[in-house]
């Protein structure tokens, strides 16, 4: 796994998870995806929230707008969803077990590994991440967030009109 310092919000990056870490000169971690299929650290003195809002913000939303459409659209009404519109990622939250900051998900591709009865373990590739949340709560969330994806991209398709 390589390591980047210092990073910023990049449309061009496939982003998997923003993760809390506390350091000195660091309070998260943003793993993205490469080109030849590894994982790759990025820290960021941002807390995991101020780096998604700016995340968002460079593709002309915000962490408000975001939940507030999704919540008129899709009828959400708690553990609503984040949507990126340019890169085309549902993002969701989880509390993590030891950390005053939220993890955010960008990808609904992961497995869910029940710990205890409000305790799991979230798995991407190498990454594992204790959250509070049941093994239903995170199975529902990650299943409603696919669904909600193909909503979305339904939306954005041209519409074909039948002769």
Do not use: W
């Amino acid at each position: 796994m390589s390591v980047k310092m210092s990073y910023q919000p990049n449309l061009n990056d496939v982003i998997l998870v923003v993760a809390p870490h506390y350091n000195t000169n660091t309070k998260s971690v943003i793993y993205t995806y490469t080109q030849n299929g590894s994982v790759m650290e990025n820290f960021t003195c941002l807390e995991t929230t101020s780096f998604v809002e700016q995340f968002l913000y460079l593709q002309g939303t915000s962490i408000i707008g975001s939940r507030e459409s999704a919540r008129v659209l899709y009828n959400f009404s708690k553990n609503i969803p984040l949507y990126a519109p340019i890169t085309q990622q549902v993002i969701h939250q989880y509390v993590m077990e030891a950390a005053p900051d939220p993890i955010y998900f960008f990808t609904s591709m992961y497995e869910v590994t029940e710990l205890a009865k409000k305790r799991c373990q979230l798995t991407l590739h190498s990454l594992s991440f204790i959250v509070k949340a049941s093994k239903k709560q995170c199975v529902s969330r990650r299943d409603r967030i696919s669904h909600y994806l193909m909503q979305k991209l339904s939306l954005h398709s041209p519409i074909i009109c039948k002769p």
